[in-house]
């Protein structure tokens, strides 16, 4: 549980929550925040690379 708050943000804190008291399935919750948050890394750092 400790984990889950940690990863999302404030905000996305009641959203996680609800999924997570809905589906049940934790693990739905937790690749959602962390994909996006590495695609916005990867996306700006390949750009500067091949300019």
Known sequence: MPQ???NTTPPSSP???S???TNGHSG???P???L???RLDE???IDIETR
């Open 43 to 45: 996306l700006p750092a």
């Open 32 to 34: 959602a925040p962390d």
């Open 19 to 21: 999924t997570n008291g």
């Open 4 to 6: 889950s708050n940690d």
């Open 15 to 17: 959203k996680a929550s």
């Open 36 to 38: 996006p948050i590495i």
């Open 28 to 30: 739905s919750a937790a």
